[in-house]
């Protein structure tokens, strides 16, 4: 999914790109996040809490790992009131984007297993947010698609990512966070680089 950076954020293009002939674009005064349940609830130490000795010789991958942790609880907190679990707004994200696409095709843009991927297409049908039909070029394809009862939901989880943002980057300034998303992508170029999972690889 395409992403850009506005403001020292990266935003997925269906946040800031033109609104789709489905979901019309909230205005803007709905897409104000808040700043409640701060990312450092449930830490009970003083932060960055030291790394382990058998982490001494990988601290930049360790401090990683601990802040994917935390940022996966945060979303999980701010999404359990939507009726979302964390990696169902992705999936969501990308058919508000790009419209109806066959399983197959969404499985590979997120980037899970595609069982994970089958049980939240079953949940998301289930609370109405997504359809799945016959493909008429390949019966044996599905097509999927976000309804148009989902654009209430596209909303919310606009105001519930910028709200998480918010809480991960309090206390940064602006050229502090426009440096972090550039340090970030050059790490994550490393990472599927060597993973072999680049896109367009």
């Not at 969501?92 to 089958?118: C, F, K, N, Y």
Request: with cysteine.
């Amino acid at each position: 999914m395409k992403s850009e950076v506005t403001a020292g954020s990266v935003v997925p293009a269906w946040m800031t790109g033109p609104a789709d002939p489905l979901c019309a674009a909230p205005p803007a005064h709905e897409r104000a996040g808040g700043t409640e349940g701060a990312a450092g609830a449930g830490c009970a130490e003083p932060l960055p809490l030291p790394a382990p000795d058998v982490c001494l010789g990988g601290p930049a991958g360790h401090a990683v790992s601990r802040v994917a942790r935390l940022h996966r609880m945060a979303a999980a907190r701010v999404l359990r009131g939507l009726g979302l679990y964390p990696g169902q707004e992705f999936l969501m994200m990308h058919l508000w984007d790009a419209g109806p696409v066959r399983q197959s095709e969404l499985i590979r843009a997120v980037e899970l297993d595609p069982s994970t991927v089958t049980k939240m297409l079953q949940r998301l049908e289930h609370a109405g947010h997504v359809r799945r039909t016959p493909d008429p070029a390949d019966r044996r394809a599905v097509l999927v698609e976000a309804t148009a009862e989902s654009c209430a939901l596209r909303s919310a989880v606009e105001r519930a990512w910028s709200q998480l943002e918010e809480q991960t980057l309090t206390g940064l300034a602006e050229d502090e966070r426009t440096e972090l998303i550039r340090l970030l992508g050059k790490v994550e170029g490393n990472l599927c680089h060597h993973a072999a999972e680049c896109p367009g690889e």
